[in-house]
């Protein structure tokens, strides 16, 4: 076959066909192995080179316009001709959904818990100052209480820039800032250098709470943390202050509620004590004010700072701390 018998057949086949499969067919017959252009492109080799050229450059030309031809033409028929069949009894494919670390969901749950109660969630950065994180807090420095934290202190160290070992200087940043009254959380990552165990993690999260307004008292905070805690564990509990010391609060307490698990019997949980600690808290001392520019005399407040990994090992039964930083699928899948 010529060029010119190719060109004058194919086109007129290609748009014939009504199936994909016929479609194949001519392209088989013109551009196949042994298809007619095939063996004339092959037959070049046997030519002048002046006719290699000439008709070289021409059959070429035609491979590329058969080419989008056929190309367009398999776009239309794209399915037609074959039989479709629907099975409505078939099983749907399982679509495979990602799941919210434990940390993610209690972190929400807990804000939730605090906005219906009409607090604000507020964040500050996890850099600190050295003013933040420890002087406006009342932990000036050489101050013994500065080793309750182990602190990653930043390069170069004379910028005294450090990762927060606590939540509690975003308590400073907003009174800096906002006059009271107001009631915020500050949930956020937190950074310890210290040895990590199935308690202890040298990255966790803590969620603060500040209140400050005329006539605040602790006996307003006792009812606030309890209110929290039923709602979050569906159940009631009791809460028991300790004295405890923190040197931005006075009087300073620790907090623990009975144990959810076993109702104060006394489980491995609560190591057979009957009660959990929750956290540290507080009426804002006198000179943690002084540092924001508010009048002690005038304002009363009250602070807490809590762990959320401890809430969800508690409410999901999560044996280790380690686990929530893990990137172990098999244990983020099981929530
Ligand atoms: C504080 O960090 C105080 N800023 C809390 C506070 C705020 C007191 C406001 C008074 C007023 P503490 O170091 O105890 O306190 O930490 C509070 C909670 O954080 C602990 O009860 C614990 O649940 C959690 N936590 C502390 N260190 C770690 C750690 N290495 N890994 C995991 N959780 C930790």
């Known amino acids: 076959m010529t060029l010119q018998e190719i060109e004058q057949l194919v086109f007129a086949e290609i748009i014939r ?6 479609l194949e067919e001519v392209q088989h017959t ?11 492109l092959r037959g070049l080799s046997t030519l002048s080179l002046e006719e290699k050229r000439t008709i070289g450059e021409q059959a070429n030309a035609l491979r590329v316009r058969i080419e989008t031809a056929l190309k367009e033409q398999f776009g239309k028929l794209e399915g037609k001709g074959e039989e479709k069949f629907f099975d409505i009894t078939f099983p749907g494919k399982k679509v495979v959904t990602g799941h919210l670390n434990p940390l993610t969901l209690i972190l929400r749950e807990i804000e939730d818990i605090f906005i219906s109660f009409g607090f604000s969630v507020v964040e500050g950065p996890e850099v600190e100052t050295e003013f933040n994180n420890f002087d406006a807090l009342n932990i000036p420095a050489n101050h013994p209480a500065r080793e309750m934290w182990d602190t990653f202190w930043l390069k170069p160290e004379n910028q005294k820039l450090l990762l927060r070992t606590h939540t ?6 907003y009174m800096m800032t906002h006059e009271p009254p107001f009631r915020i959380i500050v949930p956020g990552t937190t950074y310890r250098y210290e040895a990590t165990d199935a308690r202890h993690e040298m ?15 602790l006996a307003n905070f006792k009812a606030v943390i309890e209110a929290f805690f039923i709602r979050l564990f569906a159940q009631k509990v009791e809460i028991r202050l300790r004295p405890g010391y923190f040197p931005f609060v006075e009087p300073g307490v620790e907090v623990d509620a009975t144990c959810p698990r076993c109702k104060k019997k006394g489980c491995e949980l609560c190591k057979f004590s009957g009660w959990l600690e929750l956290g540290g808290a507080g009426m804002v001392h006198p000179n943690v004010f ?38 172990d699928l098999r244990f983020i899948r099981q929530f």
Do not use: C, W
């Not at 013109?30 to 004339?40: C, V």
């Not at 509690?168 to 940043?173: D, K």
């Not at 807490?304 to 893990?326: C, N, Q, T, V």
């Open 30 to 40: 013109y551009l196949g192995r042994k298809g007619h252009l095939t063996a004339i």
């Open 17 to 22: 066909v009504t199936t994909a499969k016929e």
């Open 168 to 173: 509690s200087p975003v308590q400073i940043r």
């Open 290 to 327: 002084d540092a924001v520019k508010y009048n002690p005399k005038e304002v009363q407040g009250f602070a807490f700072g809590i762990g959320a990994e401890r809430f969800a090992m508690i409410k999901y039964g999560i044996p280790d701390i380690r686990l929530f930083r893990s990137g």
């Open 203 to 217: 990255q966790f999260t803590q969620v603060e709470g500040l209140v400050v307004g005329k006539d605040v008292t």
